[in-house]
């Protein structure tokens, strides 16, 4: 299933970046190191489910960071970077989609992120609060 918000993150991104036939070229409305945190950031957030799924997401997150009680909690969900990561340092607080397969539109949560001898990783990773449903349109003529 494609998702709309999906495609239309890859449209601007592919607009702020460009393409041309010897590889990618950075527009000047998109620093480098903006694309370069965004890639970083993406594939960390890639790595969440499956280690979740091992039941070990301490080594995705930084030294003290808020490390999850239950990284079970987290393998029944899938996530992806909402936004281009615009903020400069050693730390983010960036837009993260996260979305439960057949449960339609994703859910929103900010995540901060912290760069660690040169390398990102997690510091808080909330999971949406309370239950999590489906809406179910229930309008009858």
Same mark, same amino acid.
Not at 1 to 20: F, P, Q, S
Not at 85 to 96: A, F, L, Q, R, Y
């Given at each position: 299933?494609?998702?709309?918000?999906?495609?239309?993150?890859?449209?601007?991104?592919?607009?702020?970046?460009?393409?041309?036939?010897?590889?990618?070229?950075?527009?000047?409305?998109?620093?480098?190191?903006?694309?370069?945190?965004?890639?970083?950031?993406?594939?960390?957030?890639? $790595?969440?489910?499956?280690?979740?799924? &091992?039941?070990?997401? *301490? /080594? #995705?997150?930084?030294?003290?960071?808020?490390?999850?009680? %239950?990284?079970?909690?987290?393998?029944?969900?899938?996530?992806?970077?909402?936004?281009?990561?615009?903020?400069?340092?050693?730390?983010?607080?960036?837009?993260?989609?996260?979305?439960?397969?057949?449960?339609?539109?994703?859910?929103?949560?900010?995540?901060?992120? $912290?760069?660690?001898?040169?390398?990102? &990783?997690?510091?808080? *990773? /909330? #999971?949406?609060?309370?239950?999590?449903?489906?809406?179910? %349109?229930?309008?009858?003529?």
């Amino acid at each position: 299933m494609i998702r709309i918000r999906n495609v239309l993150m890859t449209l601007a991104v592919t607009a702020l970046v460009g393409c041309n036939p010897t590889g990618p070229a950075i527009a000047s409305q998109v620093p480098k190191e903006v694309v370069e945190r965004s890639k970083a950031l993406d594939e960390l957030v890639g $790595k969440v489910k499956p280690a979740a799924e &091992r039941g070990d997401l *301490a /080594p #995705l997150f930084a030294a003290g960071g808020k490390v999850p009680k %239950n990284p079970q909690d987290y393998a029944r969900y899938s996530f992806s970077l909402g936004q281009l990561p615009m903020s400069d340092g050693d730390e983010c607080k960036v837009n993260v989609e996260i979305e439960m397969p057949n449960m339609g539109d994703p859910f929103d949560a900010t995540w901060t992120f $912290k760069r660690e001898n040169g390398e990102w &990783r997690l510091f808080d *990773a /909330p #999971l949406p609060k309370g239950s999590v449903r489906r809406e179910v %349109n229930t309008d009858r003529d």
